[in-house]
């Protein structure tokens, strides 16, 4: 499915103020998950109060065991420190990875912004090899400028 389809029914999410930031930070997971191929684990952490870690927020996909991961571990912790985009095609090629599946080829993480701040970050595993392209960063970014109107 396109991108472009993908923002109006995002929007509508967003919008659906009847629902609690949970759930609906849960449905843009599932949004995501089931039309995109290649997006086989899609989730938000945010930063755990004043603690130096990411807690597990909403997610779609096979439950993990990475529900805490401290700043600076695995490709979500080193996002969390750097502020910047992570997209790694081939996950054994990173020192640093912190495994959710064996079937992961690669994965994305994008940060969230609040007010400048890095409150947190969407990430999405992959059990396709190296299938993230600019397009995928630039949308990503884009459900997060939305995501940070409600979570702000």
């Known amino acids: 499915m396109a991108f472009e389809k993908l ?3 995002v929007e509508e999410i967003i919008a659906r103020n ?10 843009i997971c599932e949004l995501l998950r089931e039309n995109v191929d ?4 899609v989730g938000f952490y945010f ?10 927020h909403s997610f779609a996909g096979e439950p993990t065991d990475h529900t805490i991961i401290p700043f600076g ?13 992570f997209v790694v095609p081939d996950v054994k090629a990173q020192d ?3 495994a959710c599946s064996i ?4 994965e994305i993480v994008v940060p969230l912004f609040v007010d400048g701040e890095n409150i947190g970050q969407i990430d999405i595993d992959s059990n396709t090899p190296d299938p993230f392209t ?5 949308f990503l970014e884009w459900v997060n400028e939305k995501v940070a109107r409600i979570v702000a």
Do not use: F, H, M, P
């Not at 930063?47 to 130096?52: A, L």
């Not at 600019?134 to 630039?138: K, P």
């Open 7 to 9: 923002k109006t029914q």
């Open 18 to 27: 009847s629902a609690s930031v949970e759930e609906r930070l849960t449905e």
């Open 38 to 41: 290649y997006y086989d684990w």
């Open 47 to 56: 930063k755990n109060g004043d603690k130096e870690e990411l807690k597990l």
């Open 73 to 85: 571990k695995g490709i979500c912790g080193q996002v969390a420190v750097s502020n910047q985009n």
């Open 96 to 98: 640093n990875y912190i």
């Open 103 to 106: 079937n992961v080829k690669a």
């Open 134 to 138: 600019q397009e995928d960063e630039a």
